[in-house]
């Protein structure tokens, strides 16, 4: 299967040790038949974790349109943003509108695209990720 026609798949998460509190996110970028392309890790500040999520979710998409992939699964564990992503929940808090906006006009790049909310055990690797990115600043 060529790159154009793989599902490549996104595992996002946020973390922030207090609410808000020091937040970082993180990324994994794998192939469809599950190896790891890319680690992604970032320190964000004093945000929520719903802005912590949001945030791995972009610096995700952000390097799948670098990679030029054109089809992808995301795999979130977070309900409100796999719900708000998929216009179950309205997005009512003003920094998350701004950061659903820019998702929604990333996804639109792709030609095919799903988001999936998964288990928190089926996300370890990417709450890995968003702990060091936090880990590596404080």
């Known amino acids: 299967m060529s790159n154009e026609q793989q599902e490549w798949v996104l595992m996002v998460d946020g973390a922030s040790r207090g609410n808000p509190g020091d937040a970082g996110c993180g990324a994994m970028i794998c192939e469809e038949n599950g190896v790891v392309v890319k680690e992604l890790s970032r320190y964000l500040g004093q945000v929520t974790n719903n802005v912590a999520e949001y945030e791995a979710l972009l610096m995700g998409l952000d390097a799948l349109i670098e990679l030029s992939r054109k089809r992808i699964r995301v795999q979130s564990d977070s309900q409100l943003l796999v719900r708000q992503l998929d216009g179950e929940y309205r997005v009512k ?25 998964v288990y928190r055990e089926m996300n370890k690797l990417a709450d890995k990720l968003a702990n060091r990115g936090i880990d590596e600043a404080i």
Do not use: H, P, S
């Open 93 to 117: 808090d003003e920094k998350l509108k701004v950061l659903f906006q820019r998702a929604k006009t990333l996804l639109r790049q792709f030609d095919a695209y799903r988001i999936l909310q």
